[in-house]
């Protein structure tokens, strides 16, 4: 049982260049979420869904987009990236209250 | 913004000392939950806490609730070098979280062997 499996683990990015992290989890949760965590600021709520098909917006989205096609897989997409966006993301997981997380991609944006 | 203020923003004890961890947050919550994270690694969920719960235990875990003060504590007991880690509370304003958590800044922990 994998849990909540993202990737890439580590990535640079430069300014104005796109990518997609992705997320996949094998516990068949209904809740999905995105997070970036910044020194000194906790993590923030980027973009969440409550199932298939079904996205909204955090406490930060500008900049990102998701999808959710399927059950599984919550894919998150910088579409150019900026110096800003440097942070640490942590895909995440629930059914109930419980939240599993992935083990986070680090992403340098230069 | 930041539901959470945690205090203190670091801890340093000596292994077999209690560490005790603070937690204020803003708004009305349903609950309010405890993660533990490793550096370099995903959160990991300690405890949860209802909002009409007051205290609750689980191992050398103990967290309690003070709603009228918007305030929660995280005590770890007999404290290991494993525990090293940082703590950070997370609240849910509604019944079922949906996965949207508000994060505290978290507490850093390190006990010395």
């Known amino acids: ?110 | 913004s930041q539901q959470g203020e945690e205090d203190p923003q670091a801890l340093s004890i000596q292994e077999g000392e209690n560490a005790t961890m603070n937690c204020s947050y803003k708004t009305s919550i349903n609950n309010l939950q405890w993660y533990r994270q490793n550096s370099g690694r995903g959160l990991v969920h300690l405890i949860l806490i209802r909002s009409n719960e007051r205290e609750k235990h689980s191992g050398r875990l103990r967290v309690t609730l003070d709603t009228s003060k918007k305030s929660s504590s995280l005590l770890i007991t007999a404290s290991r070098a494993a525990d090293t880690a940082s703590y950070f509370c997370a609240t849910s304003p509604g019944g079922t979280s949906y996965g949207k958590l508000t994060f505290g800044q978290g507490t850093i922990l390190t006990v010395h062997p």
């Open chain 1, 1 to 110: 049982n994998a849990g909540v499996t993202q990737t890439p683990k580590f990535q640079v990015l430069k300014t104005g260049q796109s990518m997609t992290l992705q997320c996949a989890q094998d516990m068949n949760h209904e809740y999905m979420s995105w997070y970036r965590q910044d020194p000194g600021m906790g993590l923030r709520l980027i973009h969440y869904s409550v199932g298939a098909g079904i996205t909204d917006q955090g406490e930060v989205p500008n900049g990102y987009n998701v999808s959710r096609s399927t059950t599984e897989d919550f894919p998150l997409r910088l579409l150019s990236a900026a110096p800003s966006q440097t942070s640490v993301y942590f895909c995440a997981s629930s059914q109930g209250n419980t939240i599993y997380f992935g083990e986070g991609s680090w992403l340098t944006v230069v």
